[in-house]
């Protein structure tokens, strides 16, 4: 794990040393990571928004138990995953949480959807809003524990051990966990991928039609 | 080494993140080659993460930041401590 660079070690003393108002400039490169990182566990615009000023505040009053041996940006987001999980529980409702129960007893069918049809190069699929929202749409659906570390190295792009260490869990599940999220994903965004391009006549379409 | 389908999709994620070791990657790529089923898997989940990562899928709300910094500065003005 890389440690904080020598710039944010320099600006961190400086604000334990009392030019508090630099703090604004220790976090400035991180506004859209605390807020997507939360964003993308709650789910809801306004609580991430709030849970993204929270983290902050935390992060401020806190600042000098931050020792340095993680990257600055790894603390500010197990603040930020703590403060996610904590919402979501609060939202969460009974029935929810039974569903949440069953999905984690479960063992889960993690194969991913089959297609031969469908070649859509991504700069393409980048240009579709839709194709986005149905991405963030899916992502919301993962349980919990798969979301989190999605979000993590596949929005985030934390390394593995970034991520194992923000979540508190080791780096085994962590890939294992990773593989599973895709998985799901790929799933549920087969049908608007595949509906994009037109179906090409092949000899394997016949067994999967 | 001669691989199912069934196997490729287990290591669809560790060749993505170019995690493999050189025999189960080079078993996997001659799968490829030959196997369309796969290739299409492959493709649409590596599509999914570049979509995933690109900066318009998650966007910041309009004002988050002047927000997020005024609930700052209001705090550090009050005599905030870092502690």
Redesign the interface.
């Known amino acids: 794990m890389k440690a904080a660079t020598a710039n944010e070690s320099a600006l961190i003393a400086r604000?334990?040393g009392g030019e508090?108002?630099l703090?604004?400039e220790l976090?400035r490169p991180y506004?859209?990571l605390v807020?997507?990182t939360i964003?993308?566990i709650v789910k809801n615009?306004a609580d991430a928004?709030d849970g993204?000023?929270e983290t902050?505040?935390n992060a401020?009053?806190?600042?000098?138990s931050f020792r340095g041996e993680a990257k600055f940006s790894t603390w500010l987001v197990t603040i930020a995953m703590n403060e996610a999980r904590k919402r979501l529980r609060k939202a969460k409702v009974s029935a929810e949480n039974s569903l949440e129960q069953r999905e984690e007893e479960a063992a889960g069918d993690f194969?991913?959807?089959?297609?031969?049809?469908?070649?859509?190069?991504?700069l393409a699929?980048?240009e579709r809003k839709e194709?986005?929202a149905k991405?963030?749409e899916a992502?919301g659906a993962l349980p919990e524990k798969y979301r989190e570390v999605?979000v993590l190295r596949?929005?985030e792009?934390l390394n593995q051990e970034e991520t194992a260490s923000a979540l508190g869990i080791n780096v085994t599940l962590v890939?294992v966990r990773?593989?599973r999220a895709?998985?799901m994903?790929?799933k549920l965004?087969?049908p608007y991928?595949k509906s994009q391009a037109p179906a090409r006549p092949?000899v394997?379409r016949r067994w999967?039609s | 080494m001669k691989l199912e389908c069934?196997h490729v999709?287990?290591h669809?994620?560790?060749y993505?993140d170019q995690?493999l070791d050189s025999e189960l990657l080079a078993a996997i790529e001659k799968h490829l080659e030959t196997c369309?089923?796969c290739s299409?898997?492959l493709?649409?989940?590596?599509?999914?993460?570049?979509?995933?990562?690109?900066d318009?899928?998650?966007e910041?709300?309009l004002g988050?930041?002047e927000?997020?910094?005024a609930?700052?500065?209001r705090?550090?003005s009050q005599g905030?401590?870092?502690?």
């Open positions: 604000i334990l508090t108002g703090f604004h976090i506004e859209k807020y997507v964003f993308a615009e928004e993204a000023q902050m505040i401020f009053r806190h600042l000098s194969t991913p959807a089959v297609l031969t049809d469908w070649r859509e190069v991504p699929a980048l194709l986005r991405l963030r992502v999605f596949d929005i792009e890939k990773l593989h895709r998985m994903l790929q965004l087969v991928l092949g394997l999967f | 069934k999709w287990e669809i994620s560790g993505l995690q369309e089923v299409a898997i493709d649409s989940t590596r599509n999914i993460l570049v979509l995933t990562a690109d318009r899928t998650y910041l709300p988050y930041s927000r997020l910094h609930r700052l500065a705090l550090i905030g401590e870092t502690g």
